[in-house]
């Protein structure tokens, strides 16, 4: 098993990376209750992107996990959840923006509080896209990864905490070449009232035929239909 | 659901329009008018994107809007948020009582891993929106972001599930959106054949603007 690539992303940090064709992404959370708000582009032409509506529709799923596809606007499969030890990944959320930020943690400047300063999603996930040439119109959204919302009858959201456990691990497989734009800041929806992100564990290694892509192209037609397309629409 | 009439009458608007099933409409709003999308014959689902006109790279953004009314669902006194966190539009009659928020639009290319590869010709929301976009100048591909649905309902169930139902909107049903800042509509009155969301047989829905 030859790891490419190793990262520790710190709490509050961002980055971003090409999984090539046949590689593994794996992220773990290391100390327990990460959020990782994830976005995806076809790394050859980055207008095809993550569309949660259709990978939401496509598999009848408003949560994700192992077994699920994450498809493109293009009815493509960007990437395949072959390991998760989590079990609940949100598709609620979103992320916060600078204002936001402010109003739920207070002031946290960089002139105070130098690299401990308060970031946000909004702005990580843009500067990291704006270095691929990606702009705020690429940015419809995200997932967030190790994140548990829930909803009620009436469509009432809850957050649980602590969801991800420590060491909590999901491999995510791509079946052609992705762009993975990544950061990691507490949930939007998480009422832990300090600022306190956690950091993710990220490596990446070839694996063709890894256990766990048959259960991702079996567990719902569709699935095997967004992956026969990646051979009918390629680009 | 809490259904909230409107005491707005339809010889007083300012503008009407009726899309045909299956044709996009786009057109713009003013700051402080209303908007009503009237379901003419029941059950046709009337996707929708909304746009700031004086800067279209601020949009109805589906996670924060749902994330800050702590609701999945769409009705009346809902706020539609943008991108840049600013209110859009806030909805202030319903008679249908629920929205979609996160279905999303159908496209030839989701179509042929929803049903059938050979699904891939017949038309699509995706296809109208671009059309509309491309002939208006002002959006592009990019532009088509996570829609509304209105008038379909899409269940989440606790377990995280999500199921499409229909039966909640009907002939007459509309609901209505304050305008709070001038915005461009962009609509794809949805022509789905595959799906019992409009009961295989997609129809007119009618815009009508009040100033």
């Known amino acids: 098993m030859t790891h490419h690539y190793e990262e520790t992303l710190p709490g509050g940090g961002h980055t971003s990376l090409v999984i090539k064709k046949g590689q593994i992404l794996r992220l773990t959370d290391s100390d327990g209750g990460a959020n990782v708000s994830l976005m995806l582009f076809n790394a050859h032409e980055k207008s095809e992107r993550l569309n949660l509506p259709d990978t939401l529709k496509g598999q009848h799923t408003a949560r994700l996990g192992a077994g699920h596809c994450l498809y493109s606007d293009m009815g493509r499969v960007l990437a395949a959840i072959v390991t998760d030890t989590c079990g609940w990944h949100d598709s609620f959320g979103g992320v916060l923006n600078a204002a936001e930020v402010a109003e739920k943690y207070g002031k946290g400047r960089y002139q105070e509080l130098r690299n401990g300063f308060h970031r946000n999603g909004m702005d990580n996930l843009l500067v990291e896209m704006g270095k691929w040439n990606l702009m705020l119109e690429d940015l419809p959204m995200v997932l967030n990864l190790f994140s548990k919302v829930t909803v009620d009858e009436k469509g009432r959201f809850t957050f649980h905490s602590q969801h991800s456990a420590p060491g909590s691990m999901v491999e995510l497989y791509a079946p052609m070449d992705v762009l993975a734009v990544l950061t990691a800041l507490p949930h939007p929806m998480d009422p832990e009232p300090e600022y306190s992100p956690r950091p993710v564990e990220l490596s990446l290694r070839e694996a063709s035929d890894p256990q766990g892509l048959t259960l991702c192209k079996t567990s719902r037609p569709e699935n095997l239909r967004a992956f026969q397309n990646i051979e009918r629409f390629a680009v | 659901m809490t259904l909230t009439t409107s005491d707005k009458q339809p010889a007083d608007a300012v503008y009407r329009h009726i899309i045909p099933a299956g044709e996009p409409f786009l057109f713009e709003v003013k700051k402080g008018q209303t908007l009503r999308l009237h379901d003419l014959e029941g059950n046709q689902a009337v ?122 909107s009907a002939a007459g049903k509309y609901v209505e959106l304050r305008a709070e800042c001038d915005v461009i509509v962009l609509i794809s009155n949805c022509p789905q054949l595959n799906n019992p969301c409009n009961g295989w047989n997609p129809t007119a829905a009618e815009v009508l603007v009040w100033n």
């Open chain 2, 47 to 168: 996707d929708t994107l909304f746009y700031r006109a004086a800067s279209p790279r601020e949009r109805y953004d589906a996670q924060r809007t749902l994330r800050r009314q702590n609701n999945a669902y769409l009705t009346s006194g809902s706020v539609l948020y943008s991108n840049l966190g600013n209110p859009l539009l806030t909805i202030v009659a319903d008679t249908c009582g629920r929205h979609d928020t996160l279905g999303g639009a159908c496209a030839q290319e989701s179509n042929t891993v929803r049903y059938s590869a050979d699904t891939r010709y017949m038309h699509s929301c995706r296809d109208n929106f671009l059309c509309a976009c491309l002939h208006d100048g002002r959006l592009n591909k990019r532009d088509i972001t996570a829609n509304i649905n209105f008038f379909m309902n899409v269940p989440v169930t606790p377990e995280g599930g999500l199921t499409f139902e229909d039966g909640i």
